[in-house]
């Protein structure tokens, strides 16, 4: 395993095939994603275009590889939620509890400061009862790093079989004011 600190970068389309080797696993071999199929090469593309319209999306490159990504997207496209994103983060399965986790984490979180967000949702799947599929990392991982449960949402998500609860944890950012500034889509600072 290597010692060398990842650097952090600004994902491009052109990295969707990295990306869908990271994440292809996650769909097929567990219920952290809820989704069924892996998606296509130009699918993922497009969800890498589509998030960099206006929020950040970010790759982890350590010996010329990427190892990890982790970006951001809408909590809900009401006007009055603007202020609050829902974050996303998939390492390499050999990259678990390294550190680049928690390094991609902080520099999503300075950028989503940088846009005037205050607010960070996860969404994340959680078992009843830990399983080969899902275990409490997830939780454990956004906890470690300062996010707190807010709600729980049973049985609602459907995999291998089994019924998964998915809970929803937060992390404040910023200070909550009467009048807050404006959020600043992300290519506007990403320089």
């Known amino acids: 395993m290597s010692m060398n600190r990842p ?12 990306l869908l080797q990271i994440y292809a696993p996650y769909v097929t071999d567990t219920a952290i994603s809820f989704e069924y199929t892996v998606p296509s090469v ?6 890498i275009t589509n998030t960099l319209q206006k929020y950040p999306y970010l790759v982890a490159e ?13 909590f809900s496209t009401r006007a009055a939620y603007s202020w609050n994103v829902e ?15 928690r390094a991609l984490y902080e520099a999503l979180e300075k950028t989503l400061t940088l846009q005037n967000i205050l607010t960070a949702n996860a969404c994340i799947g959680y078992p009843e009862t830990e399983d080969e ?9 956004h906890e470690h790093l300062g996010y707190h449960l807010v709600g729980t ?12 609860h998915m809970v929803w944890m937060e992390k404040h950012l910023g200070e909550h004011t009467d009048n807050p500034p404006a959020v600043i889509p992300f290519p506007e600072i990403d320089s």
Request: charged share 25%.
């Open 7 to 18: 650097s952090i970068r600004t994902a491009t389309p052109q990295d969707a095939e990295q």
């Open 62 to 74: 350590q010996d010329g590889r990427i190892v990890g990504y982790t970006y951001a997207g809408p």
């Open 133 to 141: 599929y899902l275990t409490l990392n997830s939780v454990q991982f």
């Open 42 to 47: 130009a699918e993922f593309r497009k969800r």
């Open 87 to 101: 974050t996303t983060i998939y390492l390499h399965k050999d990259k678990k509890r390294t550190g680049i986790g």
């Open 153 to 164: 949402f049973h049985q609602c998500g459907f995999k291998f079989g089994r019924w998964y």
